[in-house]
């Protein structure tokens, strides 16, 4: 089929109750009414189609017969390829059915409103019952079997018209379509699931999809089941081993018959009566239908993704939108850190550690379905997003719980709730468990250089506030840039920018600092502005050095004052960073923004957030000693010990630390997030 170009994300889409208005002017006119302004796509070269009123000539009251009982198979695929919304129409409640349709009866205009949820409110189009017919008189998109049920045909073009055309509803996934249709979170499941509920009558039933198309690839997995493409479980029967009784909203008969060939495929001596009878088979009508049946095995090695179609009881809801920003509040990747992600701490009444609160968290990422170009690997430019569940811990046994804070975070006293889990789709959803005040939800992209907007939809079954979280509130911030120039090398301590931190007159006691370096450019350059941030490929071996009671360190020296790292270690990241605690009387410290390799240059921002107000002012580096000495390395810097970080080795450049960033000397990098799925938070040494 040929399909229309999409003109904008819901050009159509309006208020319900504008919708209910547009009708009522379409029903005083009283004839019937040509949908100008969405039109279907044109039948492709050499297929016969005719346009005609779904509703046909027979005289009907309502799109929804009498006594009317819904079944999975009353939904059939047509041309389009939506099998994600036909099986979500095929699963949903015929009463949740009901309350799209604004309006259910028949009448000579043709005209009906249907509803949606969009980013938690619920907005309507207005169709008419017009779709393109077969020469045999069937319906080429959506249609039914079942004579007077009109309302999958009107669904599916409402769908494409809410989203301006029908090829911005090709290919999707079932928590969109599920969130689209409901304003409810599907539940997404880790593997297969035995449904032990199922029976004769189902309470649910669960989506699944099966393995994407490989090279070489029929289309046909040897399960016989369609690459790439949605199915429902309706049941599962039996006990050792189970079998799966499947359906699929495109299947005919022929395949049913011949491309599944298991062990319960049909006319198959395993088939008892009794099986048959739990089972629900019915040899003749069965297969027409779309059912069919697999094995244990062959539903676990068939299938990729699962989720249940369920309706969660979550009357509680808030709504949230953020901006994920390229190279700022985006990235929760090995590169980037918490930091300038948007954190989120949820709070509800009795709130404890032995008391836990399910929270679903469903992120849309704004304008983006039919967005890219048709046959693309990302036809609709989605981009890698998701939540992280951390949990702060206190720094004792005993301890008051620990505030979310650039300090807690380094010093490792927070932990990860499971991985962080980044997914390519519109619409996404998770459940979380909180049992205490400590949890935090960070929502980041998986890539900091991209700009995202998201909705966030929280949903739970008890009232909760949602509390945006900063975490450089009550920090006193101070900043500077600076630049690398060619010839350093590993003399670092020679040639690397000083930067002197002091604490404001009339400030009293200890000192916390955290001290975060950042690349702008791999190459000289100035930057647009002390805030820019630039994600490049070519990023140096940088670190972090502090030493107390200095204001400024004399070169080729390593006076034994350095107070972090004990250990000096390099990493290619775009930020890295360092805790400090700094007695009152070890101030002021130099800082040294340190590349490894003599030809690095380049632009860099020091961030310094700390518990007193503090300055940071850059000094110029002092002239070289005219010896080094005793017990210096060649490069200029003090061995410290087998441990340490060596300096010498091959002229022009060192070899990086195997550890990552740089930490807080004794550190247990156990605290830290560590590599996890390729996610890592830089607020702690990598493992």
Known sequence: MSHDDPLGVHAFAMDPAAALEKLAAIEAAGVYWEDAEFSLPAPAEGRERKLRRVAGEAERTSIFPA?????????????????????????????????????????????????????GKWRAVVVNDQVWHTAKGKPSYCSTAKDGVLWPMLLEKAYAKFYNSYRAVEAGNLTEAWYDLTGLPSVRQRGPDTMPDSGAAPTRFQICGSVPITKNNSGWTKEGLRTKHAYVVERVVGSSPLIYRVWDPHQTAKDCMEKVKGPYRYGSAKWTAALKAAAGLDEERDPERGYFFLSQAEYENG????????????????????????????????????????IFQVVWEGASADKSLPIWVTTNQAEQRGGGAAGADNAFNYKMCGCTLIQTTPEKAGAKEVKVSPAAFVAGRYQQ????MFVMQRTYSEMYSLNSRDHYLVV???????????????????????????????????????????GGGQDFVARAPQFVLQAVEG???????HVVLRQLSSKLATPTSPREAVRTKGKHNISILAYKNHTGVPPGTDTGMRISPAKVQFANYAEVSLALSVARAELPVTLLAAAAKAEDAGNFELHVYASRRVTLEPVKTPARRASAPAGAAPGGVRRVSKAASKPGGKKGGSKPASGGAPRKTGAKPAGALGVMKGVADMYGALE
Not at 100 to 115: C, D, N, R, W
């Open 417 to 420: 709730v499971g991985a962080p």
């Open 67 to 119: 006594n009317y009982v819904k079944e999975l198979h009353d939904v059939k695929q047509g041309e389009v390829n939506d099998c994600f919304l036909m099986v979500a129409m095929a699963a949903l409640p015929l009463e949740r059915i009901k309350k799209l349709f604004l309006s259910s009866e028949l009448t000579v205009t043709g005209a009906y409103a249907v509803q949606f949820c969009h980013e």
């Open 507 to 513: 400030e009293e006691g200890d000192v916390v600092v």
């Open 444 to 486: 980041s992209t998986d890539d900091p250089g991209v700009h995202l907007p998201l909705h966030l939809t929280f949903q739970a079954a008890q009232p909760f506030a949602l509390r945006r979280v900063t975490l450089m509130d009550g920090w006193e911030p101070a900043s500077a840039v600076g630049a690398w120039a060619p």
């Open 303 to 342: 299938f990729q993704s699962y989720t249940s179609a369920v309706l969660p009881d979550v009357p509680h809801e808030e709504c949230v939108e953020v901006a994920l920003g390229p190279g700022r509040d985006g990235g929760n990747s090995m590169h980037y850190t918490f930091r300038e992600n948007h």
